[in-house]
C-alpha cells in the first residue's frame, strides 16, 4: 500500500491535560481507528512474555528511565504497520521530539496534525486544583468541588495535593513540554498539516472542530462535488 494510501494519519499534540487524549479516543471511535498511544505500546510490550523486546522494555520502565528513542521508534513503525490501521491511526505521545517527527515523516504519510492548544495559566490552574484521596477518587476545587475541601465526597478520606500537581511542579513540567513541543510544532506549520485548536472549549466543542476539518479533507480526497 503507497504511503498516501490511508485517509486517517493523525497526530494529536498538546500539553498536559489539554484533553489531547480525550480527544485522540473520540476520533479514534468515530472514524473506526486504532487509537495510538506510545505509552500504551510500552505497557503492552512489557507484559509480553514471549516478545524478545519484553525484557529491554521493562529494563528502563522499571528503574524510571526514558526509554531510548530508537527503541521507541521501532516499536511505533510496527505498531503502525499492524492490519487494524489500514485506514490508519489516531495518535498521541508520539513524536516527543522533532527527531520523532523527522523520523515518522520517512516511514508513513501524516494527514493532518492538532495541535490542542491550552495557555499555562489554564493548564496550571486545572492540575494545580486537583485533589485526590488514598483510593483514587479526583475532585477539582473549581471544576468538580467536594463539599468539605479536606473530605472526599465518594468515600470520606482525606484528599490532598500530588506532588505533581503542585504549582511549582507543572510549571516545570510546562517548560520541558515547550522545550520539546515548539520545534515539532513549527516543523508541521512549515509543511501545512498543522491544525490548531482551542483546547479552553467544552469538549463537545473541541470535538465538532476536529471532525469539521476532517469531513473536509475527506471530501477533497474523494472530489466531493460541493456545488
Same mark, same amino acid.
Given at each position: 500500500?503507497?504511503?498516501?494510501?490511508?485517509?486517517?494519519?493523525?497526530?494529536?499534540?498538546?500539553?498536559?491535560?489539554?484533553?489531547?487524549?480525550?480527544?485522540?479516543?473520540?476520533?479514534?471511535?468515530?472514524?473506526?481507528?486504532? #487509537?495510538?498511544?506510545?505509552?500504551?505500546?510500552?505497557?503492552?510490550?512489557?507484559?509480553?512474555?514471549?516478545?524478545?523486546?519484553?525484557?529491554?522494555?521493562?529494563?528502563?520502565?522499571?528503574?524510571?528511565?526514558?526509554?531510548?528513542? =530508537?527503541?521507541?521508534?521501532?516499536?511505533?513503525?510496527?505498531?503502525?504497520?499492524?492490519?487494524?490501521?489500514?485506514?490508519?491511526?489516531?495518535?498521541?505521545?508520539?513524536?516527543?521530539?522533532?527527531?520523532?517527527?523527522?523520523?515518522?515523516?520517512?516511514?508513513?504519510?501524516?494527514?493532518?496534525?492538532?495541535?490542542?492548544?491550552?495557555?499555562?495559566?489554564?493548564?496550571?490552574?486545572?492540575?494545580?486544583?486537583?485533589?485526590?484521596?488514598?483510593?483514587?477518587?479526583?475532585? #477539582?476545587?473549581?471544576?468538580?468541588?467536594?463539599?468539605?475541601?479536606?473530605?472526599?465526597?465518594?468515600?470520606?478520606?482525606?484528599?490532598?495535593?500530588?506532588?505533581?500537581?503542585?504549582?511549582?511542579?507543572?510549571?516545570?513540567? @510546562?517548560?520541558?513540554?515547550?522545550?520539546?513541543?515548539?520545534?515539532?510544532?513549527?516543523?508541521?506549520?512549515?509543511?501545512? @498539516? @498543522?491544525?490548531?485548536?482551542?483546547? =479552553?472549549?467544552?469538549?463537545?466543542?473541541?470535538?465538532?472542530?476536529?471532525?469539521? @476539518?476532517?469531513?473536509?479533507?475527506?471530501?477533497?480526497?474523494?472530489?466531493?462535488?460541493?456545488?
Amino acid at each position: 500500500m503507497p504511503l498516501n494510501d490511508k485517509p486517517f494519519e493523525l497526530i494529536f499534540l498538546g500539553p498536559p491535560v489539554s484533553g489531547k487524549g480525550t480527544q485522540t479516543e473520540l476520533v479514534a471511535n468515530t472514524f473506526d481507528i486504532p #487509537h495510538i498511544s506510545t505509552g500504551v505500546i510500552l505497557q503492552n510490550i512489557k507484559a509480553e512474555t514471549n516478545n524478545p523486546l519484553a525484557q529491554e522494555v521493562a529494563s528502563y520502565m522499571d528503574n524510571g528511565k526514558l526509554v531510548p528513542t =530508537e527503541l521507541v521508534n521501532r516499536l511505533v513503525a510496527d505498531r503502525i504497520k499492524k492490519d487494524d490501521c489500514s485506514l490508519g491511526y489516531a495518535m498521541d505521545g508520539f513524536p516527543r521530539t522533532l527527531e520523532q517527527a523527522q523520523y515518522l515523516s520517512q516511514i508513513t504519510t501524516v494527514d493532518r496534525v492538532f495541535l490542542i492548544n491550552v495557555s499555562d495559566e489554564a493548564i496550571v490552574e486545572r492540575m494545580s486544583g486537583r485533589r485526590v484521596c488514598k483510593n483514587g477518587h479526583t475532585w #477539582h476545587l473549581k471544576y468538580s468541588p467536594p463539599k468539605d475541601q479536606l473530605i472526599c465526597d465518594t468515600c470520606g478520606e482525606s484528599l490532598f495535593q500530588r506532588d505533581d500537581d503542585k504549582e511549582e511542579t507543572v510549571k516545570s513540567r @510546562l517548560e520541558v513540554y515547550h522545550r520539546e513541543a515548539d520545534a515539532i510544532v513549527k516543523f508541521y506549520e512549515e509543511q501545512g @498539516l @498543522l491544525s490548531k485548536i482551542n483546547g =479552553e472549549q467544552s469538549i463537545e466543542k473541541v470535538q465538532q472542530q476536529i471532525i469539521k @476539518l476532517l469531513v473536509t479533507d475527506l471530501r477533497s480526497k474523494i472530489d466531493w462535488n460541493k456545488s
